[in-house]
C-alpha cells in the first residue's frame, strides 16, 4: 500500500472511530426519546446521554473497600473492546485497516472478552446483586451466541468471506439482489441485539427492580468516571450492534475503499439508517412485555431457529 | 545448539532418548532418600524439569527435520524395540516437554510434609509416567507402544492413588484402570487386525499393509474406542471427573495436559498414518462424538462444586473440541479436500497445544488454592485475589485462554475450526452442507458455555468475599510455583497473540497426516496476519488487536485522568443500600449452575432435598449426577454381577471336578486341532 493510500486509509478509520463513538450516546437519546414519545410520556431532550456522562465524569468516584484492581480496569477494559469493535464494522467507509485485525468471529470474541470483563467485574465485590447480574448475563450471551454466528455464517456464505468490510462490498455494490435467507437472519439478529443490549423484552435498562435487572444489576457499583465509562460503553454496544445489522442486512450508501467523496453521503445515509432503527427499536420496547427470565431460553431459541432457517434457505435455494 | 549437531542423523531421536532415561534416573533417585522434602522437591524435580526444558527445544529444533528411525537393543529375543521421530510426534514431544517442564518446576514448591506416598516414590512414579508418555509418542512398533502404553496407565494409577488410604481413591483409581485396560484391550485389537497375520509388527509393515473397506473400519473404530477411552470421549469419561480431583495436582495438570493428548496422538496416527484408507463417514461419526462430548463435558463443568470436577469436565469438553476438529479433517479428507483438512487438523492440533497450557495452568492453580486453604470446594473459597494476587493475575490468563477469548491462545483454534466449518459447503453430499453448518453452532455454543464455566470458576474462587474465616491466612504461592504457572502462562499469551508463526512451525506435523497444509497460503501474508485460506475470505490478526485494546485503554485512561480530576474514596459496598452484606448472601458455585440445570434439565439427574419448615434441623442438599452411570455403567456392571454368579456355578473347590474340566477342554481343543 503507498503512502497516500495508507494515509487514507487511517483518516477514514479515525473519522468513523470518532463518528461512531460519539454519536453512541445520541443514538441512545434519540431510543429514549421515542420511547418517550410513544408511551405518552414527555421526552428528556436528545443529549441527555451526555449530560449524563458529563456530570458522572465531575463526580467523586466512590468504590467498596473490598474491590480489587480487576474492578477498576474492567470499565477501562469494556470501553476499549467496544472501540475496536467499533473499529472493525465499516459505518462510514470499507476503507479500514484495522477491519483486517478480525473479522465477524473475532468481533463476536471480542464482545465476549468486554461482556467477560464485565460479568468478573461484577462478582468482585461480592454482593448478591452484583453475581445474579453477572450470572444472567452470561447465560443471556451463551443462549445468544449460536444464533449470533448462524446470522453471520448466513452472510459470509453469500459473501464467501468472514470479513465484514468484504461482506458489505459484496452485498452493497453487486447488481441487487434479494436474499430471502437475509430476511430470517435479520429477525434472527434484531432479537439478539434485544437480547444483548438489556432491551425489553430481555432486560429493562430503565429500571433498579432487583428481580428483572440484568445489566444494571452488575454495575450497581460503579459511580462516577467508572460508571460514565461503563453507560458510554454501553451506548457504543448498541451502536456496534445497529451498525452491524446496517453492515449486514442495508448495506447501501457505505463508501467504498478510497472514496472520499462519497463519505458525506454516507454520513447521511448513516443518520438516516440510525434515525430509523432507533424509531425500530423504541417501538418493539413498547409494544413488548418484559419476560421472566427462564422464558429467555425460549426467546433466543426462537432467535437461533430462524437463524438457521435462513441458512438453510440459502444451501436449499443458494439465496 | 550448533547447527551441525542438530543435522547429524539420529540426533533428534538419541536426544529424546536420552532425554527419557534423564527422567528414569531423576526418578529412581527419588528412592535415595525419600522422605526428604528437600532433596526430592528442591533438586529432583528442578532436574526432571531441565530434562523437559531440553526436549522442549529438542523437539523444536527437529519438528521441520525428516524423520529418524532407530532399532533399539532391548526388548524380546527376535522382538527388538523399533523408535523413530517425525514432525507428528515431535510435535507431541513438545508439548510434552513444555508441559513437563512448567509442571515439574510447579511440583519442585508443592509438596508439603504427610501426605499419602513418600515424595520420593512419587517421583519415582512420575518421572516413569513422563518417560513412558515420550516413548509412546516415539514407538515403532505396535510392541513398545502397547508396552509404554501400559506403562502410562500404571503409572499413572499409582500416582491417581497416592493418597490410597481414603476409600473413595481407590474406587476412582480402579474404574481409572478399569476404563484403561479396556481402552488398551481395544488398541491391541486394532493393531492385531491391522498387522493382519503377518506377524509383523513394526508401524513399517502396517502401513504397508492395504486394508479392505471392511477391516479398515473395524479397525479404524476399535482404535477410536481404545483411543477414546484414554482421552474420555463419551460415554468413556466418566473415569475423568472421578480420577482428576483424586490425583495431587501436578498430576491432574499432567494427566490433563499431556496424558489425554497421547491419545489424540494414538488417533492420529493410527487412522492418518498406519491406515492406508481414509473414509469420510467415519469423520461424520467422530464429528458427533465430538460435539457430543463436547457439549456434556461443558453442561456437567458448570453445574460441579468441586474446583477439579469442574476442569476435569471441562477437559472433556476440550477432548470433545479436539476430537470435532479430528473427525471434519476426516470428513474433508475422505472426499479429497485435503487443504480444508489440513485447516481442521491444524485447528486440532491447535487445541492440543492450548490445552496442554491452560489446563496445567489452572489445574496447578487450583493446587495451589487447595494448598493454602484446605478446601477443593468452590462453596468455601472466595475473595482470594486479595491473598494471593500473583495466583490470581496468571489464573486469569489460563481462564481468558481457555474461555476462547481473544487474543489469547483458545480463541486461535476454536476460530479455525470455525472457519473449517466454513468450508462444508464445498462437499459434494447435500446432507453434510446442510447438517455441519448446525454443528458449527454447536460448537460455539460450548465455547460460550465454557465462557459462562469460567466466569464462575474464576468469580466464585478469586473474587467477592471470602466465604470462610480461615480463608484470611491464605498466602500466595511460592517462587518455585510462579515459576511454573509463569512459564504455562507465556506461551497461552504467545500462541494467541502470534499464531501466524506458531502455525508455520507445527505445518510439518499436518503435512505427515494429510498432503497439505496452512504454511504455503500463509507465507504469502506478511506474518501478523493469519490468513487460513486467502486473505479476502478470513483474517484475524491478534497482535494488531491487542495493540488496538491496549492503545484504546491508555488513551481512555489518560484523557480520564488529563480532563477529570482522579480523586477515589473507598467505603461500604451499596448494595441498592441493604445493610448488613455477608459473604454468604453472594452467589454460589450451585447458585451460579442454577440456570444450566434448569435449562439442561434432561441431561443431569438431580437429586435435591429442600427443608420444610417443621424440621428440626433443616438440611438442604443437591447431588446433580450423570445419567450415564444409570444408563450404562450400572447396568453393564449388574449384568457383569449376574453373569459371574451364573459362572461361579462351575466352581464347586473340588479337585476332581476341576480335572474333569480340564479333560473336556482338551477333548474340546482336540476336536478343533482336526
Known sequence: ?319 | MPADLISEPGFALRGSLAVIAGWLVVGFLGLLRPHSLRFVGRLLFPLGAGAGIVLFFISLATIQAPPQALVLPLGLPDLPFHVRTDALSAFFLLLLGAGAAGISMFAAGYFRPGEGTSPGLLCLQYHVFLASMALVMLADDAYLFMVAWEMMALSSYFLVTSQHRLPEIRRAGFLYLLIAHLGALAILLAFGVLQAGQGDYTFASMRASQPGALWASITFFLAFLGFGAKAGIVPLHVWLPEAHPAAPSPVSAMMSAVMLKTAIYGLLRLTYDLLGVQLWWWGVVALAVGLLTMLYGVLFAAVQTDMKRLLAYSSIENVGSIVTGFGLSLVFHGYGLHLMAALALTAALYHCLNHAFFKSLLFLSTGHVLHATGSRNLGKLGGLIHRMPWLACLTLVGVLGIAALPPLNGFVSEWLLLQAFLFSPGLPNTYLIMLIPLAAAAVVLSAALGAYVMVKFYGVIFLGHPREEKLKDAHDAGPWELAGLAWLALPCLLLGVFPVAAIVALSPAVEVLVPASLAPSLAGSNGWYLTPIAPERASYAPFLFLCVILLAVLLTWLLVKRFYHGRLRRTDAWDCGFPGVSARMQDTAEGFGQPIRQIFEAFFRTERHLPTAFDERPRYYLNVEDRLWHWLYLPVAAAVGRLSAMISVLQRGRIHLYLLYSFATLLLLLVFVR
Open chain 1, 1 to 319: 500500500m503507498s503512502w497516500p493510500d495508507a494515509l487514507s486509509a487511517l483518516a477514514s478509520q479515525a473519522l468513523q472511530l470518532v463518528v461512531a463513538a460519539a454519536l453512541g450516546p445520541l443514538y441512545l437519546g434519540w431510543v429514549n426519546q421515542w420511547r418517550a414519545w410513544l408511551q405518552n410520556r414527555k421526552a428528556p431532550p436528545l443529549i441527555q446521554p451526555y449530560c449524563n456522562l458529563v456530570k458522572l465524569f465531575h463526580k467523586d468516584a466512590v468504590i467498596a473497600s473490598n474491590a480489587s484492581p480487576l474492578f477498576r480496569a474492567a470499565p477501562y477494559a469494556v470501553f476499549g473492546c467496544m472501540l475496536l469493535a467499533l473499529s472493525i464494522v465499516p459505518v462510514l467507509a470499507t476503507d479500514l485497516p484495522f477491519a483486517q485485525a478480525a473479522d465477524v468471529i473475532a468481533l463476536v470474541g471480542v464482545l465476549a472478552l468486554a461482556r467477560v470483563f464485565q460479568a468478573l467485574a461484577a462478582m468482585d465485590i461480592g454482593t448478591a446483586f452484583g453475581t445474579l447480574g453477572a450470572r444472567r448475563e452470561m447465560l443471556v450471551s451463551f443462549l445468544a451466541e449460536p444464533a449470533l454466528l448462524m446470522v453471520f455464517f448466513t452472510a459470509s456464505l453469500i459473501s464467501q468471506s468472514t470479513g465484514l468490510t468484504t461482506i458489505v462490498e459484496t452485498l452493497a455494490h453487486r447488481a441487487f439482489a434479494i436474499y430471502p435467507s437475509l430476511a430470517f437472519a435479520a429477525v434472527a439478529f434484531v432479537m439478539v441485539l434485544l437480547a444483548e443490549n438489556a432491551r425489553i423484552p430481555v432486560d429493562n435498562p430503565a429500571t433498579h427492580l432487583e428481580l428483572t435487572m440484568i445489566h444494571e444489576a452488575m454495575v450497581l457499583e460503579y459511580s462516577a468516571r467508572h460508571l460514565a465509562l461503563v453507560e458510554w460503553a454501553a451506548s457504543l454496544k448498541l451502536m456496534v450492534y445497529t451498525t452491524i445489522g446496517i453492515a449486514l442486512f442495508v448495506p447501501w450508501g457505505i463508501a467504498p475503499a478510497g472514496q472520499w467523496l462519497q463519505v458525506p453521503v454516507a454520513l447521511a445515509a448513516l443518520v438516516a439508517k440510525l434515525a430509523l432503527a432507533g424509531f425500530g427499536l423504541a417501538l418493539i420496547e413498547t409494544v413488548s412485555a418484559k419476560m421472566r427470565v427462564f422464558r429467555v431460553p425460549e426467546y433466543l431459541g426462537t432467535a437461533f431457529l430462524l437463524a438457521v432457517l435462513g441458512m438453510l434457505t440459502l444451501l436449499l435455494l443458494g439465496a
